[in-house]
């Protein structure tokens, strides 16, 4: 007996991580956090003036090396899009945001969802029902932390964005819960 509660110990961290990033199953509701971000018309995004790599015309797609990524992103872009790193849920800058517009990949400028495709998911996480168009995002399998889910991906610069899961709302049933950080909104009053 003693083995076994200490095996359970031992390997909590993995179920406590395993909640954190699979973002499944989240018809739960979380409170609010008092930084409410405002869905006045501005947009949210990074400085890009560094990042030649960068364009919201050019679909072109990038092959571009994580050394060279390493130099350009800021430490934390980096971590969730290169290295396929989550962000804390309920404490990102559009998981409770209402903006009118297009969110962007902040890595690369691509095009990737409508705000008309976001909706209230409770999971602490920005959620879409689906991409403002079909090739802007790849799929990926993703059997990480003992868990089968699906891995969205930029499809212009190949950067981590989140997960797709078949839980969404109609017309397609699917929620791809996105990582704030690896995404810029413009409103629409601005494009």
């Known amino acids: 007996m003693h083995t076994f509660i200490s095996i359970i110990f031992r390997y909590r961290w993995m179920g406590i991580a395993a909640i954190g990033l699979c973002c499944y199953g989240c018809s739960f ?11 006045t018309i501005q947009s949210f ?12 015309t050019d679909t072109t ?8 990524w390493k130099k350009i992103l800021p430490p934390e872009v980096y971590r969730v899009a290169r290295e396929k790193g989550t962000e804390p849920p309920f404490h990102n800058r559009f998981w409770n945001f209402n903006g009118k517009g297009t969110y962007y990949c902040a890595v690369c400028g691509n095009a990737l969802f409508r705000s008309d495709a976001k909706f209230a998911s ?4 920005p959620s879409f029902f689906e991409p403002v168009r079909k090739n802007s995002v790849i799929y990926k399998p993703d059997h990480s932390f003992g868990m089968e889910r699906t891995e969205v991906i930029c499809a212009r610069c190949g950067s981590h964005l989140g997960h797709v899961f078949e ?22 009053s601005t494009q």
């Open 45 to 56: 995004t990074m400085d890009h003036s560094h990042n030649p790599y960068y364009s919201r």
């Open 61 to 68: 797609t990038l092959h571009v090396s994580d050394a060279e």
């Open 122 to 125: 409770s999971c602490g996480w």
């Open 29 to 39: 509701s979380q409170p609010q956090p008092s930084h409410q971000v405002s869905s």
């Open 167 to 188: 839980d969404g709302p109609p017309p397609t049933g699917l929620r791809y819960c996105m990582n704030s950080i690896v995404l810029d909104f413009v409103p629409d």
